[in-house]
């Protein structure tokens, strides 16, 4: 007779293969990555580009990033598209900190094509007025709307903060919109674009004589120093509101500067915000969601830079429950501060991170984007297996004693919006 | 092409199971046929804050996620006007884990009052933070209403007012899971690297003893034929002007709906569309604009929208987007512009055949259609569109009186 009421048994993954994609060095700085084997038609192509907000002055980045395919002397930004859209790709140009991304997706057939009509324009784009005013026009309406948001507010004041006195703390104003030149934007595609590339990774079966193609053509953009990031934030706590009239839900950010998977404590504390709130069983949500119903949703996550990271817990709330969720968050981080985190959900938490990994490993494009997440920071996959190890010998004392270490409440910055 | 086996239980539970041996996960999907078009005009939203519920404990199993996490899996969940499809993720090992759970919610419920309570309160801030707290946010609520008068397409899946997830009685819900919540209303697909052999004992083992009822009939009244422009302007405190033409289109299931998706494409999907090149880049009259269809079961809509520059007013815009629209219905396009359309949608679809879940949540979605094939048919449909369907279509859509615009106004150059 069947009985619902027991649970099967929960088997335990055997074991998780890392696969490494091929390694080609355009000069000693640039490496392309290769995922050669992938069982279907599609591709992806990704340039990396030292071209991140931090290398210049508000909205120069992500402009210039719109602005690849704006026209060359002898093609305009439209001819481009067509161009784009006749191969079948899909592309996506974006901007972070520290990085500019341009993407193509396509069928492998095609990549070859695409990269030809991406070279011509890296080679010519010449940035005609109209296109720059045009795309200005186009952002600042977005801008615009954007501000109308309580979760972007709160997250634009959120980095100002924790980032004081660093390039990391910029962000683009409304007067921004009016300073922008064609001069500069012109300048710093030539320095961090055509003398930028840090980085391409390909996943797709491609031809071979494509391949080489693509790997000599990329080689004159690459970069030629070693890129340097700051590597001293103060991090100094500072709590701040910010009032949007008849705004319904609140934005929270509370957070801290931590570390990158270069830091030693990287791996248990990853562990440790697991149990805090990276997952949909987290003590976030079932306190601030399951039991009181204050939000959609709460979050607790690191987010990694070159030389550094940050910790950041976000939701939103009704606007009545902002002062008890940021109470209720610190009575989660001091529970996980005086009390062991009992076997039962530690051994869930394991089991969960576990499968995680399994599915973050699970075809060439996960694995892909698994190896560049420890690459950029000049780690192997083994680092997955350091993981793996962790995850199963973790101790309850070491969860607390990296909560008391890195979850002091006091040196937590903490924004509202709304 | 998704390979597939079907076969099908005693208490009428249609199951598919996709092979697939390059995989360590396994996915179970289910698919509930019922949405938001379900539901009574009186008690909206009901479809989806069920799915809410059904993670707050079913009669044997007090907390659903936590035993799918502690198997290393997880899941979650959509639902639509048309549909409400929940997915469980896990490492293949341990399949039982999901199935034992999806058969157990399936079997009956048993959230507590308080379950109920939070869950209302958590789709209330839901409410709060999708549509009402967002710019532009109930687009939605005020557009759907206007394009229809009788099809319960005229709510939207959150609800048409927070007052209906608020009153949501423990009573309501538990006939609207009887009513819904059956093996002969669902489709499973169970996706990984196992024989088929071996999935049929599995789910027969988990889903055979659960009791059959028949599928609940669904008399939906249909939408009678649009023959007049609609329009509806209101004021909100935003930035720009913003605009949405909504056109009645043909279901899910009509050849209508391939061609009017290929219509939007080559009306506003890319940089290279015709409303983009026209309206944005030479005429400068919007910062963006985009086309694109609802992709309904029922008979759906092909939506304009996009927002207008300053010194640009609504009128001006009109004028020139319906000559755009003329242009398309009077002229057919011609073979590099049609190739230009197919080759994207091809590269679409190659990408989100991509991973087992989409696959699984496909199958269970044509197989609602008739026919889980028709995942693998539809890129075929696509191909044999000519110019001349194109104009044809857009001739029968793209006609003012088959039209519904609401016009949202800057409150700030009022």
Not at chain 1, 308 to 324: C, H, P, Q, S, W
Not at chain 2, 95 to 111: I, N
Request: with cysteine; proline share 3%; net charge negative.
């Amino acid at each position: 007779m069947l009985d619902r009421t027991l649970a099967p048994d929960v088997n335990e993954i055997q074991e998780v293969k890392f696969v490494y994609p091929t390694s080609i060095e355009l000069n000693e700085h640039v490496s392309l990555f290769w995922m050669k084997d992938v069982p279907n038609e599609t591709s992806r192509i990704d340039f990396y580009f030292d071209a991140g907000t931090i290398r210049a002055k508000s909205l120069i980045s992500s402009l210039t990033a719109g602005l690849i395919f704006s026209g060359t002397q002898s093609k305009d930004s439209t001819t481009f598209h067509n161009l784009l859209d006749d191969a079948g790709a899909y592309y996506d140009a974006g901007v972070s900190h520290e990085n500019a991304v341009v993407s193509f997706y396509s069928l492998n057939d095609q990549l070859l094509s695409i990269f030809k009509i991406f070279e011509e324009a890296m080679n010519n784009v010449i940035f005609p007025q109209a296109e720059i005013d045009e795309i200005l026009n186009e952002r600042k309406q977005k801008f615009l709307v954007s501000l109308e948001k309580v979760g972007v507010i709160s997250q634009r004041e959120f980095q100002k903060l924790i980032f004081q006195n660093s390039d990391y703390a910029r962000h683009a104003n409304l007067e921004d919109f009016d300073r922008v030149s064609r001069a500069e934007i012109i300048d710093f595609f030539e320095q961090f674009y055509r003398n930028g590339l840090t980085k391409i990774v390909v996943v797709g079966s491609i031809e071979s004589n494509a391949m080489e193609y693509i790997v000599n053509q990329s080689k004159k953009w690459c970069i030629q120093n070693k890129p340097k990031f700051e590597t001293k934030f103060s991090n100094k706590p500072i709590k701040l509101n910010v009032e949007k009239q008849d705004a319904l839900q609140s934005a929270v950010r509370i957070g801290k500067i931590l570390f990158n998977k270069n830091h030693e404590d990287y791996i248990s504390f990853s562990i440790l915000n697991t149990i805090l709130g990276d997952y949909f069983g987290s003590r976030l949500m079932k306190n601030i969601r399951e039991d009181k119903g204050y939000t959609y949703g709460i979050g607790s996550y690191v987010s990694e830079l070159n030389n550094t990271g940050y910790l950041i817990i976000a939701t939103e709330v009704g606007k009545d429950f902002r002062d008890n969720t940021i109470d209720e968050v610190r009575k989660e981080i001091e529970k996980l501060q005086t009390e062991l985190v009992e076997e039962a959900e530690l051994d869930l938490v394991r089991n969960y991170l576990l499968g995680q990994i399994l599915k973050s490993a699970d075809g060439p494009y996960a694995m892909t984007d698994l190896f560049i997440g420890v690459s950029h920071y000049n780690l192997t996959l083994e680092f997955y297996n350091k993981y793996i190890q962790k995850v199963q010998t973790i101790t309850p004392l070491e969860i607390r004693d990296l909560a008391i270490k890195h979850l002091n409440w006091d040196s937590f910055s903490i924004v509202t919006a709304g | 092409m998704i390979q597939f086996e079907r076969f099908e239980l005693e208490n009428g539970l249609k199951v598919l199971f996709h092979k697939d041996t390059t995989t360590p996960m396994a996915v179970v999907n289910v698919l509930y046929d019922v949405g938001a078009r379900d539901e009574s005009e009186e008690q909206t939203g009901f479809a989806h804050l069920f799915e809410h519920l059904m993670f707050g404990g079913s009669v044997n199993i007090p907390d659903f996620d936590s035993a799918l996490q502690r198997a290393g899996g997880e899941n979650n969940a959509f639902t639509s006007n048309d549909i409400t499809n929940y997915y469980d993720v896990v490492p293949a090992n341990n399949l039982d884990t999901a199935l034992w759970l999806e058969s157990d919610r399936m079997l009956s419920l048993a959230f507590t009052e308080k379950s109920l309570e939070v869950q209302r309160q958590v789709v209330v801030e839901e409410f709060k933070q999708r549509y009402l707290n967002q710019p532009y946010g109930d687009v939605w609520l005020l557009l759907r209403p206007l394009a229809y008068k009788v099809h319960p397409y005229k709510w939207a899946t959150i609800g048409k007012e927070i007052s209906h997830i608020e009153n949501a009685t423990m009573e309501d819900v538990r006939s609207f899971f009887k009513r819904f919540y059956c093996p002969s209303n669902a489709i499973l697909c169970v996706a990984g690297n196992f024989d088929l052999d071996f999935v049929k004992q599995r789910v027969s083992y988990w889903f055979e003893s659960i009791p059959s009822a028949k599928k609940p009939p669904r008399i939906l009244p249909s939408e009678p034929i649009q023959n007049e422009f609609r329009e509806l302007q209101v004021e909100r405190s935003v930035p720009s002007d913003a605009f949405y033409y909504a056109f009645k289109m043909g279901e899910r299931k009509s050849e209508m709906y391939y061609v009017a998706d290929l219509l939007s494409d080559a009306l506003g999907r890319e940089k290279s569309s015709r409303l983009y090149l026209t309206l944005k880049k030479e005429k400068q009259l919007v910062s963006e604009i985009t086309c694109y269809i609802l992709g309904s079961l029922d008979e759906g809509l092909l939506v304009i929208t996009g927002k207008l520059n300053e010194g640009v007013d609504f009128e001006k815009l009109d004028n020139e987007l319906w000559t755009c629209l003329k242009q398309i219905t009077n002229t057919e396009i011609d073979d590099s512009e049609l190739d230009r359309l197919k080759i994207k949608v091809r590269t679409a679809k190659e990408f989100q055949e991509q991973g087992i879940l989409n696959r699984a949540m496909n199958l269970c979605y044509f197989e609602l259609l008739g026919d889980a094939n028709g995942v693998n048919e539809e890129k075929y449909i696509y191909q044999a569109i000519t110019s001349k369907m194109l104009r044809d279509t857009a001739k029968h859509i793209l006609r003012k009186e088959n039209c519904s615009l609401l016009k949202i106004k800057s409150k700030r150059d009022a």
